[in-house]
T-cell receptor
């Protein structure tokens, strides 16, 4: 089955440690995105990539980094510079950057930093 | 700045009832509007995408309408079932964005009681 796989489902880290969230898709989609979801708030865009080896900052990129070395993979690193890293992180993809290309989401990774 | 609002934040209805979820946006310059469903602890599932030139889209018991001029969309669910219980989010692709960047509402959490 085609889809987006995020791993792990739950992640626990100590404050001050960097952590990398995995996102893999086998949909052959060009565009990939990372969103953050906090209780009572809508999803907010962290980073997006429209093509391999290219990515742009979203609305809340500070304290995060990404890479896009392969079409299928778009890992997100939450660095120690991120002030409030505890959140639910969602990865998404779309066929391309076309405006009417719907987004498909993975099942998310819940990160808890203590 | 585009803002998306969903009211109410939560809704509880008895099984079999027809219901309407509301989504409003402040800037009518949108390319499209997408409705998603999110089950607890899961990612988002795309339900319907309405292009700016369209008035409505239907899928099974779901019907979504769009009125750009008034900045509103509704998601109509016919003959609700307990399995429809979830959080429903709307998101707009803003007219100034040529990427997959969507602006999300906070969602309406629906509970359908047997």
């Amino acid at each position: 089955d085609g889809g987006i796989t995020q791993s792990p489902k739950y992640l626990f880290r100590k404050e001050g440690q960097n952590v990398t969230l995995s996102c893999e898709q086998n949909l052959n989609h060009d565009a990939m995105y990372w969103y953050r979801q906090d209780p009572g708030q809508g999803l907010r865009l962290i980073y997006y990539s429209q093509i391999v080896n290219d990515f742009q900052k979203g609305d809340i990129a500070e304290g995060y980094s990404v890479s896009r070395e392969k079409k299928e993979s778009f890992p997100l690193t939450v660095t120690s510079a991120q002030k409030n890293p505890t959140a639910f992180y969602l990865c998404a993809s779309s066929v391309d950057r076309a405006i009417n290309s719907p987004l498909h989401f993975g099942n998310g990774t819940r990160l808890t930093v203590t | 700045k585009q803002e998306v609002t969903q009211i109410p934040a939560a809704l509880s209805v008895p099984e079999g009832e027809n219901l309407v979820l509301n989504c409003s946006f402040t800037d009518s310059a949108i390319y499209n509007l997408q409705w998603f469903r999110q089950d607890p602890g899961k990612g988002l599932t795309s339900l319907l995408l309405i292009q700016s030139s369209q008035r409505e889209q239907t899928s099974g018991r779901l019907n979504a309408s769009l009125d750009k001029s008034s900045g509103r969309s509704t998601l109509y669910i016919a003959a609700s079932q307990p399995g429809d219980s979830a959080t429903y989010l709307c998101a707009v692709r803003h007219g100034s964005s040529n990427t997959g960047k969507l602006i999300f509402g906070q969602g309406t959490t629906l509970q359908v009681k047997p």
